[in-house]
C-alpha cells in the first residue's frame, strides 16, 4: 500500500522528489506496459515506449490540470507515444517496400538491388507479430523456450508461428522475384499439330 495518495504524489512529482516519482511509476507502469504491449506487439518496444511515456510525464508533470486520474493522463501520452511510433514504423516499412520494388527515383540508397534488402523488404511486408519470433529466432538467436518466455506463450505455440512466419517470408520472397510456387502447376501452350 502507498504512504502517497494521488495528490502527493502529483506535488512531490512536480517538486521532482525521487521517491514520488518511483512511486508513481510503481503504481501505474504495469498497466502501462501492458497497454504498450498491446499496441505495439513488442515486448522491447512497449519497454522503450513505457521509459519514453515517464520521461514525458515526469518532464510534463506541470500540464497535469487534474481533469482525469494521474494514470488517464500517463495512458494518454503512452498512446501517443505507441500512435507516432507505429506511423514511423509503416513508414520505414512502405519506404522499404517502394526500394524494393525499384521505383527509387534515386532515393533509395544504391543497395536495393542488394538480397539483403530485399529480405528486409520482405520481411517488412510480415505481420509484425510473425516479424519479431523471426528476429528472435534468427536475428538474436534465441531459442524457442526464451522466444516463449518473452512473447509469453508455449513453445509449441512458437514453433507455429515461427513455421508460419517462415512460409510468409518465403512467399515474399518468391512473389519480389516474381517465382511460382513449387507446387503451382507449370501451363503449357496447347500444341498446334
Not at 86 to 103: F, I, N, P, Q
Request: with cysteine; charged share 30%; glycine share 6%.
Amino acid at each position: 500500500m502507498s504512504r502517497f495518495s494521488e495528490q502527493d504524489m502529483i506535488e512531490g512529482c512536480r517538486r521532482g522528489d525521487p521517491e514520488a516519482q518511483r512511486n508513481l511509476f510503481e503504481h501505474t507502469s504495469g498497466n502501462v506496459f501492458r497497454l504498450l504491449f498491446r499496441m505495439t506487439g513488442s515486448k522491447d518496444d512497449a519497454f522503450d515506449l513505457s521509459q519514453e511515456t515517464y520521461l514525458k510525464g515526469f518532464a510534463q508533470i506541470e500540464k497535469f490540470e487534474g481533469r482525469s486520474s494521474i494514470a488517464t493522463w500517463l495512458y494518454r501520452i503512452a498512446v501517443n507515444e505507441a500512435l507516432q511510433f507505429l506511423r514511423r514504423a509503416e513508414t520505414a516499412r512502405l519506404k522499404l517496400e517502394k526500394c524494393a520494388k525499384g521505383s527509387n527515383n534515386g532515393k533509395c540508397p544504391i543497395e536495393t538491388t542488394n538480397v539483403r534488402l530485399d529480405v528486409q523488404a520482405a520481411l517488412a511486408r510480415v505481420d509484425a507479430s510473425d516479424r519479431a519470433v523471426l528476429l528472435l529466432r534468427y536475428q538474436d538467436g534465441l531459442d524457442y523456450r526464451a522466444i516463449a518466455d518473452i512473447l509469453g506463450s508455449a513453445e509449441g505455440t512458437v514453433a507455429s508461428r515461427l513455421n508460419r512466419a517462415r512460409d510468409r517470408l518465403r512467399e515474399n520472397l518468391r512473389k519480389s522475384y516474381g517465382l511460382r510456387e513449387e507446387s503451382d502447376p507449370v501451363v503449357h501452350p496447347k500444341s498446334s499439330r
